[in-house]
């Protein structure tokens, strides 16, 4: 039982990780109504902008701060310079572009910062907690986690660029009829996907360690958590991830080899789409003929 | 979903028009003369360059099958690596256990694709779009693990190692072109099926269910069954081209398949026209040669190249370079027929 629940505990740490990177996806199919493929690689650059800034002498939480505004600042322009070209072209040509940039980054981040394995320092100290049941570091990555999610959930609430940008998701003519601008709202969404991907990228990057195919594995479970929360829900992306952790660590340990993990994902997201296809929290997509 | 579906709509429709006699005749010369040039190709080339044309043609029928199911039926699949590394291993399986000879084991792959196919197919018949997309993603990513875990077939990361065929002692050919030119049969073979299936009242099933699936239904096609069967007929092609490659390439291990194999195909198949025939071919070179051509311009970062070709490839051209050209040309064509046509008018009274 006690292995059980600490098998649990890990898995819900993993499982928050799988939440923010699903919750970056959920933003960016909610503003532009794409499958942002190089989410994961983004997120992986980000952290070596972190990385570069913790080797320079800076501290974590600075290094943290600084990584956070240039990746809202690299994603907002992405979707300026390079999504836009694409938004009313056929879909293939904007899933041809995310994998193009799941590409481009990936062979940068090698070309920059080699292909060899990087310690990647973690801010919380690791020890256990309650009888062993958790980690401090397991903690510490739910808690921000959650912290991230409290601060998401109120800037769309209360805030009138929140608000604006619910607005350009859900009726994007509409909203260019009261004056919002449409554009600038899914750049930023754009820029909070890419800050959330890189919060994501950071807080696994101890655990995983660096290097630029770090995020392979993450992101497929991340579309899982996506799927299973129901792509259109932000809430939903952070259930779906959560469960997904704690699925995989169970399946891990105690069923199949762990050399079958992304089968695991794959029968998952399978068994997702045949038995709940919105999704947990998602809704039905209702269609006019 | 309905703007996606809508999104895939908007490319041109493939479905070709017979104009007049003389365009058909001119039509059938220039075919004629294509496929002769290619016949003749191989013995102007070297070896490894044949070689090279052999692979452009093997990657040709595969991108030929995703076109079947993207641009015709407008499911996306980011896993089409894995149907083709099925028919690659149930050719190298079948020649290296039980022997069978090279040629024989083209139809067992393509049966066994198609039925993995339709069995893939029927869940995918409740996603549209992207989710499609992330489920062949899945799949492309679960790909070589699921080589590497049924070893006691697959040989495990070790991968089988296959003799290469034999040509015919009397014609003197070298193994390269022999090669070449089976590849360039079952190249022919599938695009004159392809042509055949989309032209006919399958296609047009396809095209309409693609366009305009509630119509397409209410007008009394069966839309399960023929996206099923799109599934069935495009992994056909793929696995065909799968099984041909671990012939030509003598060996087949699990890392060969990678997602990157799979990412490929979509790239090839968008950027040579996705509802588009002849685009296949133009994919077929752009997967041969783009990585070549970016390992040229720079060691460091050659996907980097190839990852900026794309874009640029989808900024200047969504659909694709076949797709692009086409209606283009369709245009000029029917300008010199029409004042051919008047010419001939002012002249007959």
Known sequence: MHELLQQVFSGLA???IYASVALALVMIYRSTDLVNFAQGEMAMFSTYIAWTLVNAGLPFWAAFAITLIVSFAGGMLIERVLIRPVENAPVLAAVVVTIGLLLIFNSVAGWIYSYTVQDFPSPFPDRPLFHALITTRDLGVIAVTLIMLVLLFLFFRFTSTGLAMRAAAQNPASARLCGIRVGRMFAIGWGLAAAI??????????VLFLDPNMMGGVLLYAFAGALLGGITSPVGAVVGGLIVGVTENLVGTYLIASQLKLTVALALIILVLVFKPNGLFGTAIVRRV | MEKNSAAIARTPVGIERHGTTAAGTWRWAATLLAIAIAVALPFTLRNYHVFELTLVMIYAIAVLGLNI???????ISLGHGGFFAAGAYTAAILMHRYGVPYWATLPPAGLICFVLGVLFGLPALRFEGPYLALVTLAMALATPQLLKYFDTWTGGQQGINLVKPVPPAGLGLSQDRWLYLIALLALLIAIRVATNMLNGRTGRAWVAIRDQPIAAAAMGIDTARYKTLAFGT????????????????????PESYSLFLSVSFLVGSAVGGISTIGGAIVGGFFIQFVPNFANDISDAAPWAIYGLAMLLCMYTMPHGVVGSVKPWLTRLAQRTAKRRSQNDGGRSP
């Open chain 1, 14 to 16: 993993a499982g928050s």
């Open chain 2, 69 to 75: 199911l993207t641009g015709y039926n407008g499911q």
């Open chain 2, 234 to 253: 495009s992994t056909l092609f793929t696995g065909v081209a799968g099984a041909l490659s671990a012939i030509a390439i003598g060996y087949v291990s």
């Open chain 1, 197 to 206: 991907g890189a919060t994501a990228g950071i807080m696994v990057a101890p």
